[in-house]
């Protein structure tokens, strides 16, 4: 019987195991990753750098002052220097028309006169003629003088008109230029015809007849 230790428990004998360096493993290109997060630090937002707007652009995020208002101050003095010099050459041209229409009345006022007159004694309205006579008138028919009053004068123009019908036409005639003085070719209805002349006075700016040698 052998007296080996190994061999009467059963267990193998020791075997040395040569040691091996381990080898190196190969280095990554990447960097190893971190082994807990840390925000980054904090950084305040700068503002976008002044640029300049192109020539004719308008700016982004700036609005342009609106102009400034102009006096109209020189205007408003200039029309109204304007509106006072029309207003004065009416006033003056009101005036000078107003002048000028008394004085063409007051000198073509015997013809108008002659011609109204005329008209009424043509339609035989006898009243309406008497009213273009003065109120010192003097009428004379054939050489005689007739009473001066409406009931006279009528009579006597409606004797005329017995005699040789109503006037059918008449012409104002001008001797001169004395527009006081005027004559009227008078036409009946019978074809006689006969000159009648008449003198003016001027009553209440009105040209009346002062003087007649017929009807």
């Known amino acids: 019987m052998d007296n080996d230790p190994y061999q009467q428990n059963n267990q193998p004998p020791y075997e040395h195991i040569p040691y091996e360096q381990p080898q190196e493993q190969p280095q990554s290109p990447y960097p190893p990753p971190p082994t807990s997060y840390m925000p980054p630090p904090y950084q305040p937002q ?71 007159y005329y008209q009424y004694i043509k339609q035989q309205d006898y009243a309406h003629a008497y009213t273009l006579v003065d109120s010192n008138v003097v009428i004379t028919i054939n050489g005689q003088t007739i009473a001066n009053d409406q009931q006279s004068f009528t009579a006597a123009a409606q004797a005329v008109d017995s005699a040789h019908g109503p006037v ?42 002062n003087s007649m040698d017929g009807i």
């Open 46 to 116: 700068q503002p976008p750098p002044y640029q300049q707007a192109a020539y004719g652009q308008p700016m982004l995020g700036y609005m342009q002052p609106p102009p400034p208002k102009k006096s109209l101050r020189w205007l408003w003095i200039t029309l109204g220097i304007v509106g006072g010099v029309i207003l004065l050459s009416c006033i003056g041209c009101s005036i000078a028309s107003f002048e000028g229409f008394n004085f063409i009345k007051q000198a073509a006022g015997p013809v108008l006169t002659t011609s109204q």
């Open 168 to 209: 059918t036409s008449f012409s104002v005639n001008t001797p001169g230029s004395n527009l006081t003085y005027l004559t009227v070719k008078v036409t009946r209805q019978d074809g006689t015809t006969y000159d009648v002349q008449l003198t003016f006075v001027q009553n209440g700016g009105t040209a009346k007849i």
